[in-house]
């Protein structure tokens, strides 16, 4: 079995979880900005951050043969202070010439307030005018059809995005559907209490296809699964998808979407 991470909070797990992947056929991590686990008080504090995403976890996963990419903003959770957002916002630009750097991610949504909104446009703007990819984080299930349908209209809004340039994140039943209707990829995240289990995953698939969609651990500091993808993948056999369905699904789907930005090549012998 071979497989993409396409989005996995490597900062947050141990060296012992790279190995589990790396064994696994794992060959890419991509790994989105992401909240701590607190509030961060300064611009300064996501800077470091940053550098740890495109300076030290590059090197770290390396250890394990996996190459290591990463997206960059600062996440819904933080952005209800927009004036420390335009701060974060600032500093992002010249980061975006880093090599391992796919795009701005992941931005989105939390509370769906106006906040959140209006620093959600900063970041569509920043993408737009340095043509980067965009991941976005869709809301908790209480909050997530809204949210997705808000976050939806601030890209369709924006004529400089192309939808098929960005990734809607955190899909379920009832939104995988209106992110596929607008043109946009969807991600399914597969954890074990929230979000997707494999088999709610391999039943959208079942209903919706594999054509514009991917499945991602979202491994954190929380209760997730570092080798959620392969398990899912597992779940697929035994649905009786073919093995060239699987590495679809889980290999060259995310190589798909992630070439559409030049700084995506696997190193392959």
Excluded at 98 to 126: A, C, F, Y
Excluded at 138 to 151: A, N, Q, V
Excluded at 194 to 213: E, F, H, V
Aim: net charge negative; aromatic share 8%.
């Amino acid at each position: 079995m071979r497989y993409i991470e396409p989005h996995g909070h490597m900062v947050s797990r141990t060296t012992d979880d790279y190995l589990a992947m790396a064994t696994a056929g794992c060959e890419a991590v991509c790994e989105p900005a992401f909240w701590a686990g607190f509030d961060r008080s300064s611009a300064d504090g996501f800077y470091d951050y940053f550098c740890q995403l495109t300076e030290h976890e590059p090197k770290r996963a390396a250890k394990f043969g996996l190459q290591h990419y990463t997206w960059l903003c600062i996440n819904p959770k933080e952005s209800e202070d927009v004036a420390l957002a335009d701060h974060v916002l600032a500093v992002i630009p010249p980061l975006l010439e880093r090599p391992n750097v796919l795009g701005i991610g992941e931005i989105g949504l939390n509370k769906n307030s106006r906040n959140e909104i209006t620093v959600l446009e900063k970041h569509v703007d920043i993408a737009a005018r340095h043509d980067q990819l965009i991941l976005v984080h869709t809301p908790h299930l209480e909050d997530k059809f809204k949210g997705t349908r808000l976050i939806i209209d601030v890209l369709k809004n924006d004529q400089r995005i192309k939808p098929e340039r960005c990734i809607i994140d955190h899909v379920e039943e009832h939104t995988v559907k209106m992110v596929k209707d607008a043109g946009f990829w969807a991600g399914m995240t597969l954890y074990p209490e929230s979000k997707c289990t494999p088999a709610r995953a391999i039943d959208i698939l079942d209903i919706y296809g594999m054509d514009q969609i991917w499945m991602n651990s979202a491994c954190d500091w929380g209760i997730s699964v570092p080798l959620a993808v392969p398990r899912a993948a597992l779940e697929m056999r035994k649905r009786g998808y073919a093995e060239d369905q699987i590495d679809q699904m889980i290999y060259r789907n995310p190589i798909k979407f992630m070439s559409q930005s030049p700084k995506f090549k696997l190193n392959l012998q």
